[in-house]
């Protein structure tokens, strides 16, 4: 279902409509020097009240629609913004989910490079997390054991052979582990490089699966919509080519009727059929809630710049994240607790869902 303009009527007749908007996309390229993070933002609230919340912090704006980068590049904006984002994240539904994209490549890399030479030995490389503590130690050690520069070519003839996969993309991917000092982490470079493991290439091979983490972003803020939406309820999405992309695929997730749930961490699971039951693409210019999700997801951004030092000027990053509750934002972040990571995803079923996700939505992985 494709709408123009958000129609008051539908905030009655659901019990809940979540605006979404994303930032930081930058398609199958998730090593652009210029965008080093990706998210999105939902917030469950209706157009009346954030027109309203909108004249009351920023009673002469001018422009046709609030815009956060705009906002954002005044420092005499910023308490009103800070002001904004506090009513926001204190009295409506909301979630905010923001992820590392070299991180997500590195993670990748690991589901698609390493995981199916262990799957075919009987290795569940998803139980407890392993594939993520093994992508946080790839990320952050990779470049001293690896060499920095060989590092960096790896992953850019991943993320190549994952766009073009064909027989000379793989071989130069081949081709550029072998060129890593691999033997120092030979469980994660080994399959590629020792072996040049034909599952693993196979995986890589598969038609439809990229390097783009849209729909991931998109999934991850499903999961907590479900849990916050006490009912059925919908989801505004503004026009953006991206989200657009995805649009059809989220309107799948909703046909999927069959009776299933996957857990992911110790606090969020996947089940089906969700709760959420129509996906609608409006102009942000007509949507006042779909502008305070921009804020959001522009704010926790332009954080994320500032704490790697990547952007200056903006809010106080500190600041901002003193307003979120533990359970608004949703960061994919690399992280050496590994221990805390196992306990927290420990009895994940993700090759689980990832096996049904494949063979239900997206088509067959293996």
């Keep these: 279902m494709v709408s123009k303009v958000p129609s008051p009527r539908m905030d009655d007749v659901y019990m809940t409509c979540f605006r979404i908007d994303e930032s930081g996309y930058t398609g199958f390229d998730l090593l652009n020097a210029d965008q080093r993070f990706q998210g999105a933002s939902a917030i469950a609230i209706n157009n009346d009240d954030a027109e309203r919340l909108i004249k009351e912090h920023f009673p002469r704006l001018q422009a046709p629609e609030l815009k956060y980068n705009a906002l954002s590049r005044r ?4 308490p009103r913004l800070l002001g904004l984002l506090k009513d926001l994240l204190s009295d409506f539904d909301c979630v905010t989910y923001v992820a590392d994209k070299r991180f997500m490549l590195t993670l990748m890399f690991v589901d698609y490079s390493v995981e199916p030479f262990y799957y075919e030995r009987g290795v569940d490389l998803y139980e407890n997390g392993q594939n993520y503590a093994m992508a946080a130690m790839l990320h952050m050690a990779g470049p001293a054991l690896l060499g920095e520069t060989e590092f960096a070519a790896l992953m850019d003839a991943f993320q190549l052979a994952m766009k073009e996969k064909n027989p000379q993309s793989l071989q130069k991917l081949v081709e550029a582990a072998e060129a890593t000092n691999w033997r120092e982490l030979p469980e994660v470079l080994g399959p590629l490089a020792q072996y040049a493991d034909r599952d693993c290439l196979s995986a890589i091979s598969t038609p439809g699966v990229s390097t783009d983490i849209a729909i991931v972003v998109l999934i991850s803020l499903i ?3 479900e849990v916050m939406a006490k009912g059925v309820y919908r989801v505004e999405h503004d026009q953006s080519k991206n989200l657009l992309t995805y649009h059809n695929l989220l309107q799948r997730y909703i046909e999927n009727d069959e009776e299933v749930e996957f857990r992911a961490t110790e606090i969020t699971s996947l089940r089906f059929p969700l709760k959420l039951d129509e996906v609608v693409q409006v102009d942000s210019k007509s949507s006042p809630a779909v502008q305070l999700a921009d804020v959001m997801i522009g704010a926790a951004i332009e954080a ?29 972040l690399p992280s050496i607790d590994f221990e805390e990571q196992r306990r927290f995803r420990s009895g994940s079923q993700n090759s689980q869902a990832i096996d049904y996700l494949a063979s239900n939505i997206f088509g067959k992985r293996r």
Excluded: C, K, V, W
């Design 75 to 78: 420092a005499s904006n910023h």
């Design 223 to 225: 999961t907590r919509m």
């Design 304 to 332: 994320g710049n500032t704490l790697t030092g990547l952007r200056a000027g903006g809010l106080d990053p500190e600041a901002l994240m003193l307003l979120y509750r533990e359970d608004q934002f949703i960061h994919m």
